[in-house]
């Protein structure tokens, strides 16, 4: 195991490094920040000191040779909009989006789990189809356009919740969350759902698939004829054996929840990652941009490793097999 | 002794599935008995509905599928028309069953020692370090090596015949009083397969239970059972003792299936197929059911034939009954 774990954080460095390359160059070809950020009435040497102040003049080979050497010593630069270090000022907006993102899951598997459960048990029964249905209308309808719509619905004309910010937060382990006042919870409940929608059609329809397939297995034969009760059989039997490619997605969707919410933190006006890389992008706000993707992979790449483990202790026999590698 | 009420007797059992295409009688009305401590052997193709007479008498056939009529009655008492919960209490505990596939059969994440004490504590209730212990037995009793460690693992550490000895051990944790064996060494090399029969004979016969076993292997039957019914698109077509029906089988199906098996006296002449294939349960021949695969069928055929007494204990499911003794 211990093997497996540095062998893949080695792997990660080199990933971080392409990645670093490709987004460096990536933003170089987009535009130049400078026709954005000065003012256009400036003259040439007022010009040239902002771009040599920016780091701008240099050739690109050699503005990624800085930004790497800097990069060895935890800085990604500045902000060109801000002027503060552009890491700092993603770190800040991180919980926010974190405590989005985990709301967003956690209502995705507490609801997706037993409603893909039961459509799968009873795939011909009324509300079987109801759920199917649902499903297919949580994976179409686009994200934007729901968020407004529940805006407008619980919002504006029932009044139940606040539609825009993150309301009251708290610090619970240094950490300033809104998850834990009501006014927070309140705040967070609708951006929350709207961005669970479309992973908990994804659940939902893993796990009928999931549970669909297990059904017909032999094991579960087995295990009735055993003489358990069909609650074990389908909680502790089939459940376990669904779990493993749930996971498996949901780990790899909990990097995309966390990338992308952009759309839900635009509608809502949720002060969170997502909000500062649409701004910096609209802004040419370079460092931000490079920080922000590089943190992104990062994400991904931590998060594929604590599935992989995850994934051993869900099934034995990967265990084995890296036991033998 | 119990001899006036037989394990289970299993009288005219229909057991149907609902398609679109029409009702399919997999078991189109099966009668039989056993005993304790005997061993029926339920032989036939793939498809002639042994199964799910293996299912039917467990209480788990499925929808689509239903008893549609008959009766099972496990020692005297009626199984057909109990409730799911008063089925779950004997299932496992008296009447326990063994499938074909180790391979399935256990739930790939779970440890051994959870899947045997999980039974144990569906039935009775008993303690975590009890529970344990009697599985460590079990799991001794069908000859597992060092049980202890052998609990903590897990089904893909074990070879195939390990896993089936696994499943007989847990079949055996209440010392049911039947036990229903679905082709239990169909998957398994020769070797394994004898080993797995012997246990299963020495367990039975020290605990006194009766047995069916499901399979297409005569060689398995002949030797390990003490009667067999052979059965044919969901009918018996022949009951009688192992050696009676072996020896002198009576109906020409079975004739077919012993000559089917290649045979040391037999070398050199060409293997006696069936000729055709299983008919569909949709769309059986009127009459007999094998008429159109019988070199003996004629007109009289077209009737469905009953079963009929050629000697006492010996029955067969045919108009033109062979005389002669096997090759």
Redesign the interface.
């Known amino acids: 195991m211990t093997v497996f774990i540095i062998r893949r954080l080695m792997q990660s460095a080199f990933v971080l490094l392409i990645m670093s390359l490709l987004v460096f160059v990536g933003v170089f070809a987009i535009g130049n920040p400078v026709d954005i950020l000065i003012a256009a009435d400036a003259d040439q040497a007022e010009r040239d000191r902002a771009i040599a102040a920016l780091g701008l003049d240099l050739p690109l080979w050699e503005q990624y040779l800085v930004f790497l050497k800097n990069a060895a010593h935890g800085d990604l630069g500045k902000s060109f909009v801000f002027n503060q270090p552009a890491l700092q000022l993603i770190v800040d907006r991180m919980p926010a989006t974190l405590e989005l993102a985990f709301s967003a899951m956690v209502i995705a598997i507490l609801l997706g789990l037993p409603l893909g459960m039961y459509a799968g048990f009873q795939p011909h029964s009324r509300t079987a189809r109801a759920i199917m249905a649902g499903s297919i209308l949580g994976f179409s309808l686009p994200t934007f356009w729901v968020g407004l719509m529940m805006i407008m619905v619980f919002a504006v004309q029932l009044g139940w919740l606040p539609s825009t910010g993150r309301g009251a937060t708290a610090t619970v382990l240094g950490i300033k969350t809104s998850l834990a006042t009501w006014d927070g919870l309140a705040h967070v409940l609708l951006p929350a759902i709207n961005l669970a929608l479309f992973k908990l059609s994804l659940v939902i329809r893993l796990s009928r698939a999931g549970m669909r397939e297990n059904m017909l297995?032999?094991?579960v034969?087995?295990?009735?004829?055993?003489?358990?009760?069909?609650r074990?059989v389908i909680f502790?039997?089939v459940l376990?054996?669904i779990l493993?490619p749930i996971v498996t997605v949901l780990g790899l969707e909990l990097g995309s929840v966390i990338a992308f919410s952009v759309v839900t933190e635009s509608v809502f006006a949720w002060p969170g990652m997502g909000k500062l890389i649409i701004d910096s992008i609209n802004r040419l706000d370079r460092p931000i941009i490079v920080a922000y993707l590089l943190i992104t992979v990062t994400m991904f790449i931590v998060i594929n490793l604590v599935v992989d483990v995850l994934y051993s202790v869900?099934?034995?026999?990967v265990r084995?097999a890296e036991a033998k590698a | 002794m119990t001899q006036a009420v037989p394990t289970l007797a299993v009288d005219d059992l229909k057991t149907v599935f609902e398609t679109r295409a029409g009702a399919v009688k997999a078991v189109d009305g099966v009668s039989f008995t056993v005993t304790a401590g005997r061993v029926l052997g339920l032989v036939g193709e793939s498809g002639s509905g042994k199964t799910v007479t293996g299912f039917s008498i467990m209480g788990l056939v499925d929808p689509p599928g239903r008893i549609a009529s008959g009766h099972i009655l496990f020692k005297g008492r009626d199984l057909v028309g109990l409730s799911e919960q008063e089925m779950r209490r004997l299932r496992g505990a008296r009447i326990a069953m063994i499938f074909q596939d180790p391979m399935m059969t256990l739930n790939p994440v779970l440890r051994i020692e959870t899947q045997m004490v999980e039974t144990l504590q569906a039935h009775i209730s008993i303690g975590q370090r009890e529970a344990h212990e009697r599985a460590r037995e079990a799991l001794g009793m069908v000859g597992i090596p060092s049980p202890e460690e052998r609990l903590k693992a897990y089904p893909h550490q074990f070879s195939g015949g390990m896993r089936q000895r696994v499943a007989i051990a847990i079949a055996l944790l209440h010392r049911p009083d039947l036990i229903i064996a679905d082709e239990p060494t169909t998957a398994l090399d020769v070797t394994i397969q004898g080993q797995i029969l012997y246990e299963m004979q020495r367990v039975c016969r020290q605990i006194g239970t009766a047995l069916i076993w499901i399979t297409h292997d005569l060689s398995v039957v002949a030797s390990l059972a003490d009667e067999i019914c052979v059965m044919y698109a969901g009918k018996i077509v022949e009951q009688g003792s192992v050696d009676m029906v072996l020896d002198r089988p009576a109906h020409p199906y079975t004739k077919g299936l012993i000559g089917s098996v290649p045979s040391r006296n037999r070398k050199g002449v060409p293997l006696a197929q069936i000729p055709g294939m299983t008919p569909s349960l949709l769309n059986l021949p009127t009459g007999c059911s094998f008429r159109l695969r019988c070199t003996r069928a004629d007109a009289a055929c077209v009737a469905p034939p009953e079963m009929t007494t050629l000697e006492a204990g010996r029955r067969v499911r045919c108009f033109h009954p062979v005389h002669e003794a096997a090759a």
Not at chain 1, 221 to 230: I, N, Q, T, V
């Open positions: 297995m032999d094991y034969k087995f295990a009735r004829a055993k003489g358990l009760s069909m074990r502790v039997h376990k054996n493993i869900l099934d034995p026999r084995l």
